[in-house]
T-cell receptor, first 110, second 115 residues
Framework: DAKTTQPPSMDCAEGRAANLPCNHS???????VYWYRQIHSQGPQYIIH???NNETNEMASLIITEDRKSSTLILPHATLRDTAVYYC???????????FGPGTSLSVIP | EPEVTQTPSHQVTQMGQEVILRCVPI?????FYWYRQILGQKVEFLVS????????KSEIFDDQFSVERPDGSNFTLKIRSTKLEDSAMYFC?????????????FGDGTRLSIL
């Protein structure tokens, strides 16, 4: 799996968009970008993944740069319940282990 | 939405005792995993399991650990003789195997406390 780099922490005002960046400059052509989050004392929760096109689901949007060396997870209207550690992973998670880094600790502030 | 369920949510065990952690993966999923997270640390891979065999295991997964899918629905992690350093959250995960990009889905974990 390619190494990813994320800021250790971020704050976001409640109701505003949270934009979480991730660098994955060594990602290879067949590796996907996945985002998970871990709310305190719970298991990692899958959010979204993509290869090269931007993706959107009911939880978030994923923007991947054209060169695929970085991506941004967007939570369009952050709520207090979005306070969590967010993990960006580059690889293929089926048939293979997920390697979690330290992630970004997002605090949504009232 | 289907989810991975784990029992018990909290297990307290004396050092040296055997413990079995149980997981019910998402129905029709084919690949199964155990991870652990020591308090304040990263989530670490332990073992992956497919077709009733271990596919891969980490250095953490030594002879004290074993996994089993006894009845086609449960997936268990056994620690034969627990040590204080086994205290951690243990997460089970599964994926459908219907494509290399399929995400893993995690349970909410079992908190194992060794006294």
């Amino acid at each position: 799996d390619a190494k990813t780099t994320q800021p250790p922490s971020m704050d976001c005002a409640e109701g505003r968009a949270a934009n979480l960046p991730c660098n994955h400059s060594t990602i290879s052509g067949n590796e996907y970008v996945y985002w998970y989050r871990q709310i305190h004392s719970q298991g990692p929760q899958y959010i979204i993944h993509g290869l090269k096109n931007n993706e959107t689901n009911e939880m978030a949007s994923l923007i991947i740069t054209e060169d695929r060396k970085s991506s941004t997870l967007i939570l369009p209207h952050a709520t207090l319940r979005d306070t969590a550690v967010y993990y960006c992973i580059a690889g293929q998670t089926s048939y293979d282990k997920v390697i979690f880094g330290p992630g970004t600790s997002l605090s949504v502030i009232p | 939405e289907p989810e991975v369920t784990q029992t018990p949510s909290h297990q307290v065990t004396q050092m040296g005792q055997e413990v079995i952690l149980r997981c019910v993966p998402i129905s029709n999923h084919l690949y199964f995993y155990w991870y652990r997270q020591i308090l304040g640390q990263k989530v670490e891979f332990l073992v992956s399991f497919y077709n009733n065999e271990i596919s891969e295991k980490s250095e953490i997964f030594d002879d004290q650990f074993s996994v089993e899918r006894p009845d086609g629905s449960n997936f268990t992690l056994k620690i034969r003789s627990t040590k204080l350093e086994d205290s951690a959250m243990y997460f089970c995960a599964s994926d459908s195997g219907r494509g290399a990009d399929q995400p893993q889905h995690f349970g909410d974990g079992t908190r194992l406390s060794i006294l």
